[in-house]
């Protein structure tokens, strides 16, 4: 059972936009900056958004961040074939210890 | 440009102390502000953070695993060893470590892992 709450799957066709949400409370998301990782089959996770909404160098302005309160969003536009992966969300807790989120797969019907 | 790998045994057995090491280039853990992590995942299941150590030599652990963590690092080598005692088949995963940096100029940490190694499968059986 993980810290933070992802849904199992979302789906879109492409082109589309498409929110995956992760919900926390105030010892982990309410007080911390959220992190966001795409993980494509069978590879490492990969840096998507860190600081809540901030795009490391390359990742295209397609993907997008925000938090309220305690939880967060990943936004991704324009959907494509190769945005089929699995999303996690990450985040600090008061016990000073990193927690992500159980994971969304994404499917781009 | 920096690069992660890690290395170990693939195969353990139960009750045996796995030593992993994370070898990296393109930054120092002796340098401030950066610090190499450890997550891992076991086979269809979500990422779990282990430990984290910073460049001058603060460390964090998973308080569910904390008992059972070493995480040590040698900046001679450009290496972060992660030790974990006790395997048991349930810690059969993919171990991946990643490097944690901070933005200097404003002196504070990304709370990220920005580049990640390419992970070691690690299986507990006897």
């Known amino acids: 059972q993980s810290v933070l709450t992802q849904p199992p799957s979302v789906s879109a066709a492409p082109g589309q936009k498409v929110t995956i949400s992760c919900s926390g409370s105030s010892s982990n998301i309410g007080n911390n900056y959220v992190s966001w990782y795409q993980q494509l089959p069978g590879t490492a996770p990969k840096l998507l958004i860190y600081e809540n909404n901030k795009r490391p160098s390359g990742i295209p302005d397609r993907f997008s961040g925000s938090k309220s309160g305690t939880s967060a969003t990943l936004g991704i536009t324009g959907l494509q074939t190769g945005d089929e992966a699995d999303y996690y969300c990450g985040t600090w807790d008061s016990s000073l210890s990193v927690v992500f989120g159980g994971g969304t797969k994404l499917t781009v019907l | 440009q920096i690069t992660l790998k890690e290395s170990g045994p693939t195969l353990v057995k139960p009750t045996q102390t796995l030593t992993l090491t994370c070898t990296f280039s393109?930054?120092?853990?002796?340098?401030?502000?950066?610090?190499v992590g450890w997550i891992r995942q076991p086979p269809g299941k979500a990422l779990e953070w282990l430990a984290l150590i910073y460049w001058d030599d603060d460390k964090r652990y998973s308080p569910s695993l904390k008992s059972r963590l070493t995480i040590t690092k040698d900046t001679s080598k450009n290496q972060v060893v992660l030790t974990m005692t006790n395997m048991d088949p349930v810690d059969t995963a993919t171990y991946y470590c990643?490097?944690?940096?901070?933005?200097?100029?404003?002196?504070?940490?990304?709370?990220?892992?920005?580049?990640w190694g390419q992970g070691t499968m690690v299986t507990v059986s006897s």
């Open positions: 990643a490097h944690f940096p901070a933005d200097m100029v404003r002196g504070v940490y990304l709370d990220a892992f920005d580049i």
């Open positions: 393109g930054f120092s853990l002796s340098t401030s502000g950066v610090g």
